[in-house]
C-alpha cells in the first residue's frame, strides 16, 4: 500500500475504545459522521452510548459494524489490549484501511501489529500522545511515524490535530513515548511511595518543604498532589502502559528494575478504585493510606 491519504470528507473513520482519550480526541471528525465501537456498548450500554453520541459519533452495534466500509481505524484502548483489538480490526476489516495506533505501546508491539495490518491490507501509523489528552483535547501533542506517516499528520492536522512527523519506521514514535513514560510515571511512583511514607512518620509538610528547596522551581505540594490523583484514577491503565515499557527496555537489552516497581506501585493504587475530585497531596494522602493499610 502507498503512503498516499485521501483525506476528504468522504472518508469513513471508526474509533476503536471511548474511554478518557477517545472521548478527549474525538472532536476533530464531527464533520466525517464518525463510529465509535467501545467494549462498554456491551455491558454499561446506556451511558456509554451517551458519551459517543454527545461526541458527535455513531455508536456501533457490533465491532463489525464500526468496520463495514472503512478507511480509517483510530485504536484508543488499553496498552494490554492493543494487539488483541489489532488482530480483531485485521480479522474484519477490508483492505486498504490506514489504522492509526494510539496506544501507549512498546515499539516491538507496534511493529508487530503493523505486520498484522499490512497482511490485511492495510497500513499501519505509529501515534505517539505525548501529554494528557485534558485538558488539552485536540490540542495534545502527537508525533507519528511509520511509512504513511507524514499524510497521516497532515490527514489530523487537516481536522484541527496537533500532530508531528517523527520519522519513517513504525516504533519511532513509540519509542520516545515509552521512554519518556520511565521518567514520568516513575516519578509518580517514587512520589507515592515518598509521600505517603512521610505521611505516616507524621513528617510531610517537612519533605515537601525539602524537596521544593532542593528541586528549584518545583512546587512538590502541587506536583505531589498532582501525580497521586493521576495514580488514583489511571494507575491500572498506567500499570498497562509500563508493562509495555518494560518490554521496550528489554527490546533495549537492558534490565528494567526500577520500572517494574512503577508497575507494582501504579497497580496498586490503581486497584483501589479510587476517583478522587482533588489534587490536595495531605488529604489524598491520608486517603490512599487508610485503604492501603
Sequence with gaps: MTDSVDWSTDQRICFVGFGEAGEALSGGFRSLSPVAWDLKLLTDTSSCRDRIQRAGFKPASTLSEALEGIDWVVSLVTADQAAVVCEQVCSIARSNFTYLEMNSCSPGTKRSNAQMVADAGGVLADVAIMSPVNPSRLETPLLVSGPSAESCVSFLNQFGYNASLCGPEVGQASALKMTRSIMIKGVEALSAECFLTAQRLGIQPEIVASLTKSFDGLDWLTRGGYNLERMSKHGIRRAAEMREV?????????????????????????????????????????LLNERLS
Design 246 to 286: 518494560v518490554a521496550t527496555i528489554q527490546e533495549t537489552g537492558l534490565s528494567a528494575d526500577m520500572t517494574r516497581s512503577t508497575v507494582e506501585w501504579q497497580q496498586r493504587i490503581g486497584d483501589l478504585a479510587l476517583d478522587p475530585d482533588t489534587e490536595d497531596l495531605a488529604q489524598l494522602s491520608r
